[in-house]
């Protein structure tokens, strides 16, 4: 059974930091993009921040450009996003997905596969 499984989520205050993880199981993902979304309550899910397949490219939304990083261990198959200067804004349940192909970015549609979510709550 294939699964990506999240972790890392709580309660931080504002300022602080986060790292989620994101382990896979069932199959490799090291020749997949993999990315981050995120969705507050009464809000769609967004895009938050993707790596291709070997890390040489990240991309963010503007939103948390210069605070989050993304990162992959392609050996462990996991996938990170180390969060700082967290802001009541970033509340949210943060999914982890893996997309069809090595390179896409933002498109929430072309990621089949996706873990179950964890919370994350930013305290002002």
């Known amino acids: 059974q294939v699964q990506l499984v999240e972790s890392g989520g709580g309660l931080v205050q504002a300022g602080g930091s986060l790292t989620l993880s994101c382990a896979g199981s069932?199959?490799?993902?090291?020749?997949?993009?993999m990315g981050w979304f995120r969705q507050a309550p009464g809000v769609e899910r967004e895009f938050t921040a993707a790596i291709t397949w070997n890390g040489a490219r990240t991309y963010y939304a503007n939103s948390v450009k210069g605070r989050f990083t993304i990162s992959r261990d392609n050996a462990k198959n996991t996938v990170y996003l180390q969060m700082n200067s967290l802001k009541p804004e970033d509340t949210a349940v943060y999914y982890c997905?893996?997309?069809?192909?090595?390179?896409?970015?933002?498109?929430?549609?072309?990621?089949?596969?996706w873990g179950q979510g964890t919370q994350v709550t930013v305290s002002s």
């Open positions: 997905s893996a997309a069809r192909d090595p390179y896409t970015m933002v498109d929430a549609r072309a990621y089949p596969y």
């Open positions: 069932g199959r490799t993902f090291s020749g997949n993009a």
